[in-house]
């Protein structure tokens, strides 16, 4: 059995008639006859199957069935305005999907990414903070459109790579470098650089144990600069809490990483235009 589909006009109708307790107040505000208004109404009423109004020479009043309707009525005029709301700007402002590691998603990216949106006002701009892997596997599925990850040196294609400058870090206020084991503050398995920090060690015969784990680039500074062990960082996130750690410290250099920009062959104008201001600002320091 088929139900009765509400016309949206005919609600409309049926909700102005409530609103203005009458037929000719509600024709008046939308424009129309109150012959016509009152066609609407006793259609919908036909829809329904009940009475939507008590009728009387001085008032309309809703019936019972008519209160119980007048809520999902204005529910249903409310959320056609909204879809039309949302559609009327959907051919205007293009979604522009980015995908960013935290350590990039701060401080001179985000301005430039401000002036970007300033520049391109009918472009929606969609950024997405999260650890490397994440946002490849996000870029992948297609749900990115241009993403800046961290990859082995020389690992898949790319539009633009460069060098990552990775140094040791230790607490300048309470330092661990001399601790055994050696205690390392990480990303979590499969993070970056967790891998290489565990490999060097154990080659040069160090002993360590992980103490503190997290995916968070602000908790992983933290942790080392409070005094909780050494980590492995990009040279551009080292603060004035920590303390670099030099080679004849005994910890080996360690230059696996890259940085990589990607977006599709066939990406629009306006990716290719927020891929080359990302290149510029990566070329230039991050």
Same mark, same amino acid.
């Given at each position: 059995m088929n139900s009765p589909l509400f016309d949206l006009d005919l609600l409309r109708a049926f909700?102005?008639?409530?609103?203005?307790?009458?037929?000719?107040?509600?024709?008046?505000?939308?424009?129309s006859t109150q012959s016509t208004v009152s066609q609407k109404v006793l259609r919908l009423e036909d829809l329904a199957g009940h009475r939507l109004f008590e009728r009387s020479h001085r008032q309309v009043r809703l019936t019972e069935a008519g209160e119980q309707l007048i809520g999902y009525a204005r529910r249903m005029l409310a959320l056609n305005a909204e879809a039309q709301e949302l559609l009327s700007g959907a051919s205007v402002a293009a979604a522009l999907r980015l995908g960013l590691p935290e350590d990039f998603a701060?401080?001179?990216?985000?301005?430039?990414?401000?002036?970007?949106?300033?520049?391109?006002?009918?472009?929606?701009?969609?950024?997405?903070?999260?650890?490397?892997?994440?946002?490849?596997?996000?870029?992948?599925?297609?749900? !990115?459109?241009? /993403? @800046?990850?961290?990859? %082995?040196?020389?690992?898949? *294609?790319?539009?633009?790579?460069?060098? &990552?400058?990775l140094c040791w870090i230790d607490s300048a206020a309470y330092p661990?470098?001399?601790?055994?084991? !050696?205690?390392? /503050? @990480?990303?979590?398995? %499969?993070?970056?650089?967790? *891998?290489?920090?565990?490999?060097?060690? &154990?080659?040069?015969?160090?002993?360590?144990?992980?103490?503190?784990?997290?995916?968070?680039?602000?908790?992983?500074?933290?942790? @080392?600069?409070?005094?909780?062990?050494?980590?492995?960082?990009?040279?551009?996130?080292v603060n004035d809490r920590h303390r670099i750690v030099k080679p004849?410290?005994?910890?080996?250099?360690?230059?696996?990483?890259?940085?990589?920009?990607?977006?599709r062959p066939e990406a629009s104008p306006l990716v290719i235009a927020l891929a080359s201001d990302l290149a510029k600002l990566i070329g230039e320091g991050g």
């Open positions: 909700v102005v008639v409530a609103d203005c307790q009458g037929f000719t107040a509600a024709a008046a505000r939308l424009h701060a401080g001179r990216t985000t301005r430039m990414l401000a002036d970007f949106a300033r520049a391109h006002g009918d472009v929606k701009l969609e950024v997405t903070s999260g650890l490397s892997r994440d946002l490849r596997a996000l870029y992948e599925r297609g749900e !990115l459109d241009v /993403v @800046v990850v961290k990859q %082995r040196r020389s690992t898949g *294609d790319a539009v633009k790579r460069w060098a &990552e400058t661990t470098l001399d601790a055994e084991p !050696l205690p390392l /503050v @990480v990303f979590p398995p %499969r993070g970056l650089y967790r *891998d290489d920090m565990v490999a060097a060690l &154990e080659a040069g015969g160090r002993r360590w144990r992980i103490s503190y784990t997290s995916s968070s680039l602000a908790s992983i500074q933290a942790a @080392v600069a409070d005094g909780l062990g050494v980590s492995l960082l990009p040279s551009r996130v004849k410290d005994g910890l080996p250099a360690i230059e696996t990483m890259e940085i990589a920009l990607h977006h």
